[in-house]
């Protein structure tokens, strides 16, 4: 079993920062890729970035490129989604996901709780 908890959302205006965080915890997480995700009410939940454990291979959705970074820092167990100039648009629920070897993103094996970025003009 593996725990996901998200903190860092919250209410910002367009150009700013944000810093997603997500600790995880339970056997054998540095297996699984790590991806983060978000939905808005009424769309398809997009996979916005993703990352493997050794920092070595990431993703990016071509609308967050450029803006977002995703990153680990191993030695505490936590992924980061670095939000830079935020759009309106970012707004959304984030969360975080754990997907295992065999899995696919549509499907991850583990999922956050989520948390809320607003993002007033």
């Known amino acids: 079993q593996v725990q996901l908890v998200e903190s860092g959302g919250g209410l910002v205006q367009a150009g700013d920062s944000l810093r997603l965080s997500c600790a995880a915890s339970g056997r054998t997480f540095s297996r699984f890729r790590m991806g983060w995700f978000r939905q808005v009410p009424g769309k398809e939940r997009e996979l916005v970035a993703a990352?493997?454990?050794?920092?070595?291979?990431?993703y990016y959705a071509d609308s967050v490129k450029g803006r977002f970074t995703v990153s680990t820092v191993n030695a505490k167990n936590t992924v980061y989604l670095q939000m830079n100039s935020l759009k309106p648009e970012d707004m959304a629920v984030y969360s975080c996901?754990?997907?295992?070897?065999?899995?696919?993103?549509?499907?991850?094996?583990?999922w956050g709780q989520g948390t809320q970025v607003t993002v007033s003009s």
């Open positions: 990352v493997s454990w050794s920092g070595g291979s990431t």
């Open positions: 996901a754990a997907k295992g070897v065999g899995s696919s993103w549509n499907a991850p094996d583990y």
